[in-house]
């Protein structure tokens, strides 16, 4: 197996949506080629990283005025329809 | 993180009861439903957006537009599949007016110089996100996500943060599932290119 082949699978097989036989090919792969072993080890991370980051969390109070204005602009849309 | 959060490709206790509810009228119901998906689709909407006030923005105009259309929405679909759809076309719609100069697209399978093929190869640090302080971090992430061209980010936002499914993400955006996939190839593949100055393991005391 090619490196790029390789690159072209990571995807599948990082994500577990690959068959036994490929998997089977893929970590033969990883065995002897160091830089594909790296660049799975650091896209894995990549995506933990991400995912654990707590990046973009909308805080409480922002939370509750939101809230409250999708609330009252649903209310508006309800009184507008059942009135006509 | 309230376990919705992790858990909204699986089937949500009591959501179709809600979902009736709210198109019935019942806005008790619906602020049920915000209460469940508001910090998902923040979320979303910061990563494609990339401004807090747009984000804003793109929270309330997405739950008004689901409340205003509930009787559209068939049920083949999870809500949140279907709201999720929603909050990624108003946040879109809002880049474009930010960014008229650049086309905007979810459609846009982008070629880039830095594709697929990885640039540098080097080993991280053991922890390389404990390189860093909190804030420090989050900037980092922050600014790396902001490189990436809009259609891979929102590809990577709903597959890898916020765990939709392949299939998901496909009907979310409309995209086929191939085309997700090789998104997200990219998209991953790019980012880690992009946080290899910062993590990668170097002598010394590990930090950059």
């Known amino acids: 197996m090619k490196c790029s082949e390789f690159l072209k699978e990571l995807t599948d097989y990082l994500d577990g949506e690959i068959d036994e036989r490929t998997k089977a090919e893929l970590e033969e792969h990883l065995q002897w080629c160091h830089n594909c072993y790296v660049v799975c080890n650091t896209t894995q991370r990549t995506i933990e990283i991400y995912r654990d980051s707590k990046l973009y969390e909308l805080p409480d109070d922002l939370r509750t005025r939101l809230r409250s204005a999708i609330i009252t602009k649903c209310q508006g849309h309800k009184n507008a329809t059942t009135e006509h | ?208």
């Open chain 2, 1 to 208: 993180m309230e376990a919705i959060e992790s858990k909204v490709g699986e089937p949500v206790n009591g959501e179709t009861v809600l979902v009736d509810a709210a198109r019935k009228g019942d806005i008790g119901a619906f602020e049920e439903l915000v209460r469940r998906y508001d910090r998902n689709v923040f979320r979303i909407a910061q990563h494609i957006t990339q401004n807090r006030e747009d984000a804003e923005d793109v929270v309330q105009d997405a739950f008004l537009k689901a409340y205003q259309n509930l009787g559209q929405f068939q049920g083949q679909s999870k809500f949140y599949t279907w709201l999720v759809r929603i909050a990624v076309n108003e946040a879109l719609m809002r880049l474009r007016r930010r960014r008229p100069e650049r086309m905007v697209s979810i459609d846009e399978d982008v070629k880039t110089e830095e594709d697929s093929m990885p640039r540098e190869i080097a080993d991280w640090a053991p922890n390389p996100e404990q390189l860093y302080k909190q804030a420090e971090l989050r900037d980092i992430l922050s600014k790396t996500i902001q490189g990436l061209p809009a259609s891979f980010r929102t590809v990577f936002v709903l597959r890898d943060v916020e765990g939709l499914s392949t299939e998901e993400t496909a009907a979310a955006l409309d995209l086929s599932v191939p085309a997700v996939k090789s998104r997200l190839l990219r998209a991953r593949l790019q980012l880690r290119d992009r946080l290899n100055k910062y993590f990668k393991r170097r002598d010394g005391d590990g930090r950059p």
